[in-house]
């Protein structure tokens, strides 16, 4: 059974900029989680997705988005880079309902 | 409300010495718990996890944890440290909320392992 696959792994931005990640999920599971990691933040949980809806959003600006599609694929976007945006994304996915996730390898995102 | 607390954001321990990562939490319900680690350039993998029943969790790589309730505790230890030990881990609980797990990391304590 495949993993998580996340896209790209490594990208550098400017600032002003947008980006789009995506995530493909562990086949079968409908819940995909993203999750921006920094060394002086940890784990910052940034939204869930679940059967195209989201379900759970953490505090991040407007301008952090998501979506997910019928086929459990999602897609993350932020808007207007900001230095500060410099991370690494995480995407997880889930199937049962014990919470256990599953995750990618991880975009990393520099934006200068 | 559920929340992870991790003593220790580093933690340094010789090749061979017990390793010793703690974990507490808060929950209104009965959680399940997780010990993620994650190593450079990765995502995070699961070690082990606390769901119902036994108390005492193996998990992959020799590392075990115990989920003591009256202690709302759930640390994560090794007999013996291997240099490919050193990594980070995440502690985390899940508990429903609004017919879902929610989850909950901690901060994170990165493993180092001195030869």
């Known amino acids: ?112 | 409300a559920q929340s992870v607390t991790q003593l220790g954001s580093h933690v340094s321990v010789s090749e061979g010495a017990l390793v010793l990562l703690r974990c507490n939490y808060s929950s209104s319900v009965p959680p399940y718990l997780f010990w993620y680690v994650q190593y450079p350039n990765q995502g995070l993998q699961l070690l082990l996890k606390y769901t119902t029943g036994a108390t005492l969790v193996k998990g992959i790589n020799g590392f075990e944890a115990e989920f003591k309730k009256s202690e709302t505790s759930f640390h994560l230890t090794k007999p013996s440290a291997h240099m490919s030990d050193a990594a980070e881990y995440f502690c985390a609980v899940s508990a429903p909320r609004g017919g879902y797990q929610k989850v909950t990391f901690g901060i994170g304590t990165k493993l180092q392992v001195i030869p």
């Open chain 1, 1 to 112: 059974k495949a993993g998580v696959t996340q896209t790209p792994r490594y990208l550098i931005k400017t600032r002003g900029q947008q980006v789009t990640l995506s995530c493909s999920p562990i086949s079968g599971h409908r819940s995909v989680s993203w999750y921006q990691q920094t060394p002086g933040q940890g784990l910052q949980f940034l939204f869930e997705y679940f059967s195209e809806t989201q379900r759970n959003k953490g505090n991040f600006p407007g301008r952090f988005s998501g979506r997910q599609f019928s086929n459990s694929r999602s897609e993350m976007n932020v808007s207007t880079l900001e230095l500060g945006d410099s991370a690494l994304y995480l995407c997880a996915s889930s199937f049962g309902s014990a919470g256990e996730l599953f995750f990618g390898e991880g975009s990393r995102l520099t934006v200068l």
